[in-house]
């Protein structure tokens, strides 16, 4: 039964998380110094002290901005690109050999030339993320164009369908469930390059905290940011999966 399976689900989550803490706990003091490792309590202590300082909400909300905007960026110009490099064979020659060297570059590495570029306003901290983003959807994309059934695309021209027809109809909807894993991906890594956007003259952000906890030896502090950061990921994606799930004509393309 459905629900049988979500309630064994949420208390094996919840297991897992109970004795991870326990572990954390009697690790920290003991077998690490709290200094390198902080115990639960103070980590707890620190978020909440953060909390009611707005410290910590503000910085939530700036990098859930950034991250936001930055993926969306990146989302719309990698079905783009993934579309014409799995469709257009004559631009994947001129363009890959392009791409597949930029798949290797880190978005950290990019720091240093988008100040360059573009200065310390929020424009580089947004490529930089839409960057990552980009390359994660281009990828999906060009794949599921690429592994469209060749008998749907032999049994649209038998129907006379133009190559207009064959786009929209048969290899936009074959597509579909790729272009979704992608954007889904996506977010995961959006995350990630968040902190190396955060390197650029900031003062508020989730990255900025973990850096600026580090410089001061503010090891519960750098905790609470490590832990929000992964919350806010797993957070979106959840959010993500429940709106195409909840949405019909996006729910029938995802891939299970």
Request: net charge positive; hydrophobic share 55%; glycine share 10%.
């Amino acid at each position: 039964m459905p629900g049988h399976g979500i309630r064994r689900t949420a208390v094996v989550a919840t297991l897992s998380i109970l004795t991870g803490l326990a572990v954390w706990a009697v690790a920290s003091g003991t077998l690490v110094s709290e200094v390198q490792l902080p115990h639960p309590h103070a980590v707890w202590q620190e978020a909440v002290a953060k909390a009611e300082s707005g410290l910590l909400w503000e910085s939530i909300r700036i990098s859930l901005w950034r991250v936001g905007w930055g993926w969306a960026i990146g989302v719309v110009a990698g079905i783009a690109t993934g579309l014409l490099l799995g469709e257009l064979r004559g631009v994947d020659a001129v363009v890959g050999p392009i791409f597949e060297f930029l798949k290797g570059v880190a978005p950290i590495s990019l720091v240093p030339i988008m100040i360059l570029w573009f200065g310390i306003g929020e424009l580089p901290k947004l490529l930089i993320i839409a960057y990552i983003t980009w390359v994660v959807v281009t990828v999906s994309t060009m794949t599921g164009v690429r592994e469209v059934p060749k008998v749907r695309l032999r049994a649209a021209r038998c129907l006379g369908l133009s190559q207009l027809q064959v786009f929209y109809r048969i290899i936009l909807p074959s597509t579909a469930s790729y272009v979704l894993l992608g954007m889904r991906n996506g977010i995961g890594f959006a995350y990630i390059a968040l902190v190396s956007a955060e390197f650029i003259a900031v003062d508020k952000g989730i990255g900025f905290l973990i850096m600026d906890s580090r410089l001061n030896l503010q090891t519960p502090l750098m905790v609470v940011g490590i832990i929000s950061l992964g919350l806010l990921g797993s957070g979106s994606q959840l959010l993500y999966d429940a709106i195409t799930l909840q949405t019909p004509w996006l729910s029938r393309f995802r891939r299970q």
